[in-house]
């Protein structure tokens, strides 16, 4: 039997504004990496213009398997002819860059004979890889 007053001016409080704070900066965390990892999500009404040039962008990819198979596109060309299919995707597409998947057994030269032909046709060229972990 509890014979003791029940102190009724006491009560129990959660304190709310750390937490506040705490969200407020995760949210803007996560709205700035949002942002960042997907450059395209904001859509923007731009002004038009008459005398502006359109400017097409094209990303390509070139693979290299290791029995030395070159592929554009998913199509598969021959050596001798790269330098004119990527000649073809050039007058295209202004801008254009090529992803280079190469597999990790073909040797270096084969990857820089592709580079070379990029930099003759004054292409931009990224080599993709695949990351450690």
Known sequence: MNLR?????ASAEVHTSAMN??????????LIASTVTNPNVIK???????SGQSVSKKTITV???KDLKYYVDKKEVAVADL????????SIA???TIVLYVDKTVAIQDV??????AQKLNIKL????????
């Open 94 to 96: 202004t801008a254009l």
């Open 63 to 65: 693979s290299i398997t």
């Open 112 to 117: 820089v004979q592709v580079m070379d032909i």
């Open 44 to 50: 923007l009404l731009l002004p038009k213009s008459s």
């Open 83 to 90: 330098n004119t299919t990527l000649l073809s995707y050039k």
């Open 126 to 133: 990224v080599l993709a890889t695949e990351p450690k972990g």
């Open 21 to 30: 704070d705490i969200m407020f900066f995760l949210l803007l965390f996560f």
């Open 5 to 9: 007053k029940k102190k009724r001016g």
